[in-house]
């Protein structure tokens, strides 16, 4: 049993050693030659077979990466799509504001529009807050700051949000009218809505 065993792998050292020596110098064949003669046999059986599931091993880990590129591919890809519906959304909000902002503008220039008139004031400038958007407003009149909230093209939905902010505590509340964009006198638009 020994010797078959014996035999058997003198005849894989052999095939390793051919596969090696057609890989390798005159120099470096001899080299291994030495190194393999010194070695034992039971430590040359654990080399080939080590070596054997390293193989296994490395096609294993192999199959994983490309498994995991493929993964990486599909997920970049996705991402990409996604990117682009991103794109595709900020556009679309883009134009959305857009078209308030006309809308907006032009109920404003056309027509009359009631706001509620919340306060006016020498030395508060609360203009940047115009921009946080909705019906905020502040105008300078004559060095007085007069702030809005509102706009209402229905003189009953301006007095009844008029109404609802005296009940949360601004005392001074009032309607104030625009005409095409300007501010007028309340009795100039009211005599065509209140018979």
């Known amino acids: 049993m020994k010797n078959l065993v014996l035999i058997i792998c003198l005849v ?4 390793l050693a051919q596969q090696a020596h057609a890989q390798l110098s005159k120099k470096e064949k ?3 030659k030495k190194r ?10 654990r080399i080939v077979e080590e070596s054997s599931s390293m193989k296994g091993k490395v096609s294993s880990l192999e199959g994983q990466v490309s498994s995991l590129q493929s993964r990486v591919a599909d997920k970049d890809a996705e ?5 682009s519906d991103l794109a595709a959304a900020r556009e679309e909000a883009s134009s959305a504001l857009n078209t308030i902002e006309t809308v907006n503008e032009t109920r404003t220039a056309q027509g009359v529009v009631f706001k509620v008139q919340i306060g006016a004031y020498k030395n508060m400038d609360l203009k940047k807050y ?6 905020f407003a502040a105008e300078d009149i004559d060095g007085i700051q007069k702030f809005t909230l509102g706009s209402f093209g229905d003189y009953w939905e301006a007095d009844t949000f008029k109404k609802y ?9 009032w309607i104030v009218p625009y005409k095409d964009g300007v501010r007028v006198p309340i009795k100039d638009v009211l005599e065509g809505i209140v018979n």
């Open 12 to 15: 894989f050292c052999t095939s």
């Open 30 to 32: 001899k080299e291994w």
């Open 36 to 45: 393999q003669k010194s070695l034992p046999l039971e430590e040359f059986k």
């Open 130 to 135: 115009e921009s946080a958007g909705g019906d």
């Open 165 to 173: 902010l005296r009940e949360m505590g601004v005392k001074d509340a």
């Open 79 to 83: 991402i990409n799509r996604l990117k």
